[in-house]
Each structure stands twice: as C-alpha cells, then as structure tokens.
C-alpha cells in the first residue's frame, strides 16, 4: 500500500507548481548562495526536489546540483524544466531514507518539506537526517525548513489547516499533543482535474528536539531561524507565529 505523500504526489507535479508555496524559489535559492559563500565548486544534494524548483534555479547561477525524488512523476517535470531551463542537473530516483552517498557533497537541501517530516513515523524522519548526514562531506552543511511545533502549541488547531486556494485543503483535521502529529484527510485536484482524498499524518518538531536530533547524527553546530516563504535569512528570529522553521546545521 502506498504511503499518503506517494498517493499525494502521483500526478501532482504540474499543480504542485502553481501552489502558492512554490513562489518563493528565487529568494530561497539567494539565501542558499549566501550559505555557500557563493562558490560555484561546491557539490549540492537536493534531497526531495520535486519539481526542481531550487536545484534549477540553483543550476542556472552555475552551480553543481543533483536532485533525488521518490516521486517518477515528480521528476519527470523537473526533467523538462532543467531541459526548457537549458541547464543541466542530475536527476535521481532515491528514497531519502536510504541514500547511497557517502561524504560526496559539500551543501545539502531539504526544503519545503522535502521528505522530512512527512515520513510516517518518526524512524524514518530520522533516517533523513542519518542519510543527509552521511551524503555530507567533512564540514558539509544542511539547509533544512520543517514544521514548527510552536504554532500548534500556540494557536488552536484549526489554524493548522493550510489556507491554500491552489488546489490542496484539510477537511478533518486532528493534532495530537503526544505525537506531535497532525493526522488529516486533505482533498487534492490532480493535473488530470480528479479530486482525491488523501488521509495524510505530518510531524512538527521543536527547535530543542531538532537540534538534539541533528548532533546526534554528526552535526556540530545547529542554528535555528524563522522561516519567511521567498525571504530565508538569519535576521529572523523564530516565534511561535512561524509555521515553519529554517535550520543550517554544519558538520
């Protein structure tokens, strides 16, 4: 049977581009340039690219990029935007539980939930974070936005439901304090206009838990931010009023 983000993201790509959380690529990727210190010999691992949008982005600034996906639909698009784009990044079909790189890349991305935290169940959460870890060189960093368990802790649970008129809406939605899980059956219109209901179950971490979990799998330093669609920076201090957090973590 297949997990609720494979059912999600079957025939979803050219809809995924038009959702609203998508409009932010370019002020994402000048932040990411800034991590790097703008050096274009650094390797980067997108880990679940989907549509490509950051690793396309990232490839026409000159950079060296490849991009993993469970998706085959997923990629197939990031496939034609690279080619439409006319740059070149190397796709893969990769369950980022489970990388096989081992120290190969500088610079490593997960964004905009990119895997982490959708998994169903908190292993394999953390096996994203193992499998970035080891892809990592010596010194290599990770980029990471994920689920802030403030906002739930802070404002009522019907706040949770994305408010996203492109297409993807909760119908019942559960939070569970003990898990930490937010369990809820969303309605999608794929790119052949079909409405699906998906039962979905997503993570939210804390930034104490996050950084716990990131030293554990070899991480020296863990800095944790707020996080502003389209405008990534370490200016903004993270508050229970960001429903997403922006991590940079350095071997």
């Not at 990232?58 to 698009?77: F, M, P, W």
């Not at 006319?86 to 990119?114: M, P, T, W, Y």
């Not at 219109?189 to 996050?210: F, K, L």
């Amino acid at each position: 049977m297949k997990q609720w983000y494979e059912q999600l993201f079957t025939n979803y790509a050219e809809t995924y581009d038009k959702e609203t959380f998508t409009r932010g690529t370019v002020g994402e990727v000048d932040f990411i340039e800034k991590e790097i210190g703008y050096d274009k010999t650094k390797l980067i691992l997108d880990i679940g690219c989907g549509t490509g949008r950051h690793s396309i982005e990232l490839a026409k600034r000159g950079y060296i990029v490849t991009g993993i996906d469970l998706s085959e639909n997923q990629l197939n698009r990031a496939k034609e935007k690279a080619a439409s784009a006319g740059v070149k990044v190397e796709f893969h079909r990769a369950d980022a539980c489970h990388l096989k790189f081992n120290q190969e890349f500088d610079i490593a991305l997960s964004i905009c939930e990119g895997g982490f935290p959708l998994m169903e169940n908190d292993d394999k959460n953390y096996s994203i974070l193992q499998s970035a870890s080891r892809a990592l060189k010596e010194n290599g960093k990770l980029i990471l936005t994920t689920l802030n368990g403030l906002y739930p802790l802070y404002h009522q649970v019907k706040d949770l439901i994305n408010e996203n008129p492109a297409g993807v809406f909760s119908v019942v939605n559960n939070f569970d304090l003990m898990t930490f899980r937010d369990i809820s059956t969303i309605e999608v219109t794929d790119d052949d206009g079909n409405v699906n209901s998906i039962e979905c179950t997503e993570r939210y971490y804390v930034p104490s838990e996050m950084t716990w979990l990131l030293k554990s799998v070899g991480f020296k330093k863990v800095e944790i931010f707020g996080c502003s669609l389209g405008a990534f920076s370490r200016n903004d201090i993270l508050t229970v009023n960001e429903y997403e957090m922006l991590i940079v973590a350095e071997k």
